[in-house]
């Protein structure tokens, strides 16, 4: 689960992370209150409007603007808000149909007083899968795509990995600082920000935390101008607070959909639609599926209380996506009987009716036999299989 810019920022204030404050406003007045009362706290007309969506390279696309007195805040925040906003990230990319954007944050200006004495850094924590533990990635190049900084000069990006067991030390801390080139007190001052921001990213169960830029400034204080925050969606239930702040506007509507009704949805570009209990079959499906000369449309993961109504739910979301020109469902027959799969696919298929893209099944474990004839008897254009090999080259002879 993501967060916002801002939402994300409440986060670490909470743990003591120093962050860029500012105010979110989902209209112009709105932002014209927020100007106000950052001018009030500040003693400046200069803020920075930034858009609030789920993307990174938002000032590329025309998402961040210095507003340097009201009347440029106004033009700002009335063109951000509702702008269809297109990044690298956003989906499709920049040729992709953008990001609606729906509110914006009015921000402080991080660099005063002194711009010239500002430098930014990147910062980010996140799990290292290989080396089984968490990982500090730091680099003195902030505010640039650190995948190209990483690509073109590698030897300016560190990793500072964390034992679980013993958690991140104090040396650790002072080593980011010091290889950011840090001293005095904004040596002291990035120690504790790492050590917080640390705090922050367990304290959270988050699965990524990244900063960039971490700026420090003139009077060496470090800030945290942006963050990317993502949280590990299995550990929300012990984060109500955190799951609350969830926005599925800004999610793909048809796997918010999914969710509602216990599916593990994903969706993809391709042209066969899976049906699948248990993410490794699901896995396995996809690829016997571009084995067979198709592409996946979907991951989908029913789980292994598969009944008619989940079933019949999983069909109503594949049939969403034009498109799918097939849909091969494997099934596993292990806790869930797969006679109750075969009854729940006829149910579905008649209820829902005018189905016309071709439907592979193949089921296979707890009465698979059984399965097979209620497909067989059904009189519905439902082709059976039981061998994953033979299913894969039924998809291949309905999408020739």
Not at 139 to 155: F, L, Q, R
Not at 180 to 189: E, I, M, P, W
């Amino acid at each position: 689960m993501n967060l916002h810019e801002y939402q994300g920022k409440e986060l670490l204030k909470k743990f003591g992370v120093p962050v860029q404050e500012g105010i979110v406003a989902h209209n112009v007045d709105e932002a014209v209150a927020a100007w106000k009362q950052i001018r009030e706290q500040t003693g400046t007309d200069v803020t920075i409007v930034k858009a609030q969506v789920h993307a990174g390279g938002r000032g590329k696309g025309g998402g961040v603007k210095l507003a340097k007195n009201l009347d440029e805040l106004k033009e700002h925040a009335g063109n951000i808000l509702g702008m269809m906003l297109k990044t690298p990230q956003t989906p499709g990319g920049l040729n992709g149909p953008g990001k609606l954007v729906r509110k914006v944050l009015i921000a402080e200006d991080s660099y005063r007083p002194d711009f010239d004495a500002c430098k930014e850094y990147y910062v980010s924590i996140l799990m290292d899968r290989e080396k089984k533990c968490n990982v500090i990635i730091y680099s003195t190049e902030g505010g640039m795509d650190i995948e190209k900084v990483a690509d073109e000069t590698p030897h300016l990006v560190h990793k500072e990995y964390i034992d679980p067991e013993l958690g991140m030390l104090g040396f650790q801390a002072r080593k980011v600082a010091f290889n950011l080139g840090l001293s005095g007190v904004a040596f002291k001052n990035m120690v504790k920000f790492i050590a917080n921001l640390y705090k922050a990213f367990l304290g959270a169960d988050a699965s990524l935390f990244e900063i960039n830029p971490c700026m420090e400034t003139g009077d060496g204080r470090i800030i945290a101008v942006d963050c990317k925050v993502s949280l590990d969606d299995n550990a929300l239930f012990r984060h109500p607070d955190l799951a609350a702040m969830r926005d599925t506007d800004e999610e793909d509507p048809t796997e918010v959909e999914a969710k509602k009704y216990g599916l593990n949805y994903v969706n993809l570009d391709g042209n066969v639609g899976c049906m699948v209990n248990g993410a490794g079959l699901a896995m396995a499906t996809m690829d016997i599926i571009k084995l067979s000369g198709g592409e996946p449309a979907n991951f989908l993961d029913v789980g292994g209380t598969a009944d008619a109504e989940r079933v019949e739910q999983a069909f109503r979301i594949i049939l969403k996506d034009p498109n799918v020109k097939a849909i091969l469902i494997n099934i596993f027959g292990g806790i869930v009987r797969c006679d109750r799969v075969a009854q729940g696919v006829v149910d579905a298929y008649k209820n829902m009716g005018n189905i016309k893209v071709p439907i592979i099944v193949r089921l296979q474990g707890t009465n698979a036999d059984i399965a097979k004839k209620i497909i067989d008897e059904s009189g519905l254009e439902v082709h059976s299989a039981t061998l994953l090999q033979e299913a894969a080259d039924k998809v291949k002879e309905v999408l020739a």
